[in-house]
């Protein structure tokens, strides 16, 4: 029986379980400072990344995220935007109206937003940094498409996996996405028996040494 694919092993999990899983391995996925726009459900997605740089050549112009988009097959990816500057917006409503028409599952910005209400109003996941209404046109360009990015202190590779939701954004390189899911779900295993072992009455030290909780939790040497 061939194994689920690792993105959907990975959505079927809780998130906080997934950042222990890759605090295990030690691998740097937390993403810092990126908060969700809205209340939204949690997105588990494959990167499309781009990354954005001032504005150099003093001719007219926008930053053509748009042709990124017409880029992206498939309704699962994750569209990361590297290189925001403060007090600049890289995105409104017109993305958002684009980009969910086009499938993007959400944007993760490392930099700010204007245009709230729309996103708000077609339930599209939105994750930066805050929000600023001074638009980024004649400001930003595009310097990069599909390479590896920077955000938050966390390094985005085109199709690595990034989970997104209420405690925070974090990624998961695609390379170690089966070993993640796989330590996610004894972490899993073993704090479902910590509950039910709290149930019983026991105490929550007498639980985790039953259990060799934190031995779980040790990272990989």
């Known amino acids: 029986m061939p194994h689920p694919d690792p993105l959907q092993r990975l959505a079927e999990l809780d998130t906080n379980t997934v950042s222990d899983a890759l605090d295990v391995l030690q691998l740097p996925g937390a993403v810092v400072g990126i908060r969700t726009l809205w209340d939204c459900p949690t997105v588990v997605g494959r990167a499309s990344t781009v990354k954005l740089a001032p504005k150099t050549d003093a001719a007219p112009g926008v930053h053509l995220i748009s042709p990124v988009i017409d880029a992206i097959t498939g309704d699962d990816r994750v569209l990361v935007i590297a290189g925001g500057i403060d007090g600049v917006s890289c995105w409104g409503d017109i993305m958002t109206q684009y980009a969910g028409s086009r499938g993007v599952a959400a944007t993760v910005i490392d930099g700010v937003c204007r245009d709230v209400s729309k996103a708000l109003g077609d339930g599209y996941p939105m994750f930066t940094r805050g929000r600023y209404m001074r638009t980024g046109k004649d400001r930003v360009q ?11 202190g966390a390094r985005v590779c085109a199709r690595d996996i990034v989970v997104a939701g209420a405690n925070g954004v974090f990624v998961v390189p695609r390379d170690r996405a089966e070993a993640v899911a796989r330590t996610a779900r004894q972490i899993e295993h073993a704090e479902s028996q910590i509950r ?26």
């Open 142 to 152: 595009v310097a990069s498409v599909n390479q590896p990015v920077a955000i938050g």
């Open 196 to 221: 039910a072992q709290l149930e019983a009455g026991k105490t929550l030290k007498q639980a985790r040494e039953a259990l060799g909780y934190h031995q779980l939790q040790r990272k990989d040497s």
